[in-house]
């Protein structure tokens, strides 16, 4: 049985710092995409950042260059480091993940995935 189990998540004030870690237990495929999504109140899931097997990453444009992906291959974690943190960052953190011979364009969109975490809050004030 799969399980995604995200923590990490925390309320710091605009500017600061925050890592969020998905541990993964159970297997799912030696070639998987996965990524971080994130909800706020009211709006929909978006795709944050995506890595593949082969440690090839992708960010959205509104957090290049302040958020970064990556994975420990061997205890199985996927992390976010996240800073310059903004108001506009706060929300609901996901990790996800599904079977596919790399990320491709369609990585931003919730639907294309099959596995879930159960979330993690980022708050940012400002």
């Not at 237990?25 to 097997?53: H, L, N, T």
Request: hydrophobic share 30%; aromatic share 12%; charged share 15%.
């Amino acid at each position: 049985q799969v399980q995604l189990v995200e923590s990490g998540g925390g309320s710091v004030q605009a500017g600061g710092s925050l890592r969020l870690s998905c541990t993964q237990s159970g297997y799912i495929s030696s070639s998987i995409c996965m990524a971080w999504f994130r909800q706020a109140p009211g709006k929909e899931r978006e795709g944050v950042a995506s890595i593949d097997s082969a440690g090839t990453t992708k960010h959205a444009d509104s957090v290049k260059g302040r958020f970064t992906i990556s994975k420990d291959n061997v205890e199985n974690i996927l992390y976010l480091q996240m800073n310059s943190l903004e108001p506009a960052d706060t929300g609901m953190y996901y990790c996800a993940a599904t079977v596919s011979w790399g990320c491709g364009s369609w990585y931003r969109q919730s639907k294309f995935y099959n596995y879930w975490g159960q979330g993690t809050q980022v708050t940012v004030s400002s």
